[in-house]
């Protein structure tokens, strides 16, 4: 079982952020309010932003160790992030937005036609040809699954990719990646606001505040249903 | 009417652009991408050509591309002719007036494709160079051919500079602006109005061009 360890620490301007996690295979929530430091945590994992002292290593494998000198670059990495924006690249169609992260040892055909069985899975394999500028939510939101999951990633870290999404969909595409995360078996971070959400998807549950881990359990050690964790900021 | 300088203009003008557009599209990108240390006074070098008179301009090129400088030393035993008073030269000279465009506009345009797409390109297995190439030139695109076509406008109607490293040399590097003026001082002035026209519409052209480029990638976004 391949485990990802999180310690590190990074300070900017008045924010200290200071965390130590670990994550198994399957689904982890990261709870907490705005300004916890959940998307830096996720960030930090995946390479785009680098920590003032720490260790993060997949199992043996030691992705960054500030004191021993170790640092991966991000791209060889190999996580599938999704962003709250998405992130689709505007110039590129569906298919060849969710061939980009495949590697290029395949040929271009091959990868295409790949692309194509994703976008169905994810029930976009209509679009395959279109632009995301053409996409509604839920559409630019399947896409952007099928584009993260393309990459045989080693670790999925998910920044409330749901957010924007009414409640049906969501639920939908919840089950969607649980099962999928379940078939690649690596660990998972999934940034949420909705306590529904993190009930739904969550095999553990860490919850941030401040830059520090209050609390790691269950979804029993979520706050009460119905309650966000802005207080009731964000519509359900 | 000799439309010779006029070709010589959009040969010496082309060439300059593609010079400005290597040189200039690298530095625009480090400048927009990359974080080092002397990043500001580079940005005031590429910067300097809009601002420096066009003579103190030409006497460092001259210092530096002239028959005794290490340059043009090394060019002249190559290729067996000077950089100064050539086609070469006013190739160079008019480069130089369009590097500020490039750079500062290339910038712009790089700086101007949201971070989250970078983003997104390196988390998917990007180097950042393909990232670069892949993701970051081609949502910038626009603004880099509006960068491109000033730099041209620029070189088009380089004066100053040219007449400095290159001389005024019927055929050779006697383009159009120069050639307006010889015309103008010789009082024969009908020989001008021609170029005085294609200069204007060109220029005029290209900044109405350059308007439409960014006004629309303003909307896309």
Known sequence: MTVLDVDVALRTGAFTLEVRLSATPGVTVLFGPSGAGKSTVLALVSGLARPDRGRIALGDDVWLDRAAGVERPVHLRKVAYVFQSLALFPHLTAVENTAYGMGREA?????????????????????????????????????ALARAFAMAPRVVLMDEPFSALDHGLRRELLGVVTEIVK??????????????????????????????VTGVGGADI??????????GGRPP | MDLGPLALSLQIATLATLLAAVVGLSVATLLANVRFPGRDIVDVLFTAPLVLPPTVLGYFLLVVLGRRSFIGELFERVTG????????????????????????????????????????????GASPLRALFTVQVPLARRGIVAALMLG??????????????AGDIPGETRTASLAIYGAIQAQREG?????????????????????KLTRRERTVR
Do not use: W
């Open chain 1, 222 to 231: 979520l706050p009460e249903r119905r309650a966000t964790a802005d207080g």
């Open chain 1, 107 to 143: 040929p271009r055909e091959a990868r295409a036609a790949r692309a194509r069985e994703l976008l169905a899975r994810f029930h976009v394999g209509h679009l395959a040809d279109r632009r995301p500028d053409t996409f509604s939510g839920g559409e630019a939101q399947r896409v």
């Open chain 2, 191 to 211: 020989e001008a109005y021609a170029l005085v026209a294609v200069l204007t519409v060109a220029s005029l052209t290209a900044l109405y061009a350059v308007g």
């Open chain 2, 81 to 124: 002719h000077t950089i100064v008073f050539t086609r070469t030269g006013a190739v160079i000279a008019a480069a130089v007036g369009a590097l500020p465009f490039i750079v500062r506009f290339g910038r712009a345009a790089l700086e101007g494709v949201d971070a989250v797409y970078m983003h997104a390109a390196r988390t998917l």
């Open chain 1, 183 to 212: 078939d690649l078996g690596v660990p998972t971070l999934f940034i949420t606001h909705h306590v529904g959400e993190a009930e739904t998807i969550a095999e553990r549950v860490v919850l941030l505040e401040k830059g520090r």
């Open chain 2, 152 to 165: 041209f406008a620029r070189s088009l109607g380089d004066f100053g500079v040219t007449l400095m490293v």
